[in-house]
């Protein structure tokens, strides 16, 4: 890897681990104006401005037509944001001995969650650069944000700063740092795919992927610091459900194709809904039913992503 790919990937790693983080704690700042329920705010706001440089990557790599990276970095991603992230959480939460719970109206997200992966399966098994498959997911995801903007009405969330000034201009200015992010990272990695012959596959399942994934690192420990758990579960669920739904239909928006084999795929799919469906179940568990965050779980979800990255070698 030459230096100028090397300062590429850091560059842009840096500028989204700051903007994304900013644009978190802007669009928070902003939606909770309007009295915007904890988890609306996770899995919405907060979850479409973490998952921006995920789209911004994808519409870069499927217009270099590198359509398959788009796959790897939506697949990879949202393996990451459960394995790597809400591991790290889970770790974090156990050293300071404090306890995980959750309250009973995320039953119906970990179902959205459960059937968007789902979703994400069979499109990638028909075919994932299809107009109709993108219009697919965009009508899911239409459904989805719907339903939760249903349920947010007549609920209420506290402001606690109202100091702040020039938020919109900081929003835009965040955004404009994510897509010169996205940029950078996703040349680092072309770069990467043409010098040394790594398939993209691999390059969108971890170059791609992780680099776009620290948002949700950032944010989530940040909101998990504070105590703020419902958010960060609300923060991954939305952003997997975006990643799925709306940047995997990215591809077939703008009609772009590629070689596609859906059957190498099939290891790293299962892997993804493995772990959705342990964060699922273990948030199920812990709905009024607090218990200390769990070391062994946050284990199995670490050491599963690191076999994760042997399948995408392949």
């Given at each position: 890897m030459s230096t100028l790919t090397f300062i590429y990937i850091l560059t842009g790693i840096i500028l989204i681990v700051a903007s994304?983080?900013?644009?978190?704690?802007?669009?928070?700042?902003?939606?909770?104006?309007?009295?915007?329920?904890?988890?609306?705010?996770?899995?919405?706001?907060?979850?479409?401005g973490t998952s921006t440089p995920e789209i911004l990557t994808s519409l870069f790599a499927a217009l270099d037509g590198k359509a398959v990276m788009v796959v790897g970095n939506v697949v990879g991603s949202n393996v990451a944001n459960i394995a790597l992230v809400f591991g790290l959480t889970l770790s974090v939460l156990f050293?300071?001995?404090?306890?995980?719970?959750?309250g009973p109206e995320i039953l119906l997200n970990l179902i959205f969650l459960i059937l968007s992966t789902l979703v994400i399966w069979v499109v990638i098994a028909i075919n994932?650069?299809?107009?109709?498959?993108?219009?697919?997911?965009?009508?899911?995801l239409i459904g989805v944000i719907g339903t939760w903007y249903k349920k947010n009405l007549g609920t209420s969330v506290e402001l606690?700063?109202?100091k702040e000034k020039f938020l919109m201009p900081k929003l835009l200015l965040s955004?404009?740092?994510?897509?010169?992010?996205?940029?950078?990272?996703?040349?680092?990695?072309?770069?990467?795919?043409?010098?040394?012959?790594?398939g993209e596959l691999f390059v969108?399942?971890?170059?791609?992927?992780?680099?776009?994934?620290?948002?949700?690192?950032?944010?989530?420990l940040a909101l998990a610091s504070k105590g703020r758990y419902e958010a960060v579960v609300g923060t991954l669920i939305g952003s997997n459900i975006f990643n799925g739904l709306f940047v995997l239909a990215i591809p077939g928006l703008l009609g772009s194709s590629s070689t596609?084999?859906?059957?190498?795929?099939?290891?790293?799919?299962?892997?993804?809904?493995?772990?959705?469906?342990?964060?699922?179940?273990?948030?199920?568990?812990?709905?009024?039913?607090?218990?200390?965050?769990?070391?062994?779980?946050?284990?199995?979800?670490?050491?599963?992503?690191?076999?994760?990255?042997?399948?995408?070698?392949?």
């Open positions: 994304g983080q900013n644009l978190a704690k802007y669009s928070v700042l902003s939606a909770t104006k309007y009295g915007m329920s904890p988890f609306f705010i996770g899995s919405t706001v907060i979850a479409f050293f300071k001995r404090e306890s995980f719970s959750a994932p650069f299809n107009i109709y498959s993108s219009f697919l997911l965009l009508l899911c606690k700063d109202t955004l404009i740092f994510l897509v010169l992010a996205a940029w950078l990272i996703t040349k680092g990695a072309l770069n990467i795919l043409s010098s040394l012959g790594v969108g399942y971890t170059v791609l992927a992780i680099g776009t994934s620290l948002p949700e690192i950032a944010a989530s596609f084999n859906y059957h190498q795929w099939i290891p790293l799919l299962f892997v993804l809904l493995t772990v959705t469906m342990i964060f699922s179940i273990y948030i199920f568990l812990r709905i009024k039913t607090p218990k200390r965050a769990s070391l062994m779980i946050s284990f199995f979800l670490f050491i599963t992503y690191l076999l994760s990255l042997r399948l995408a070698y392949n």
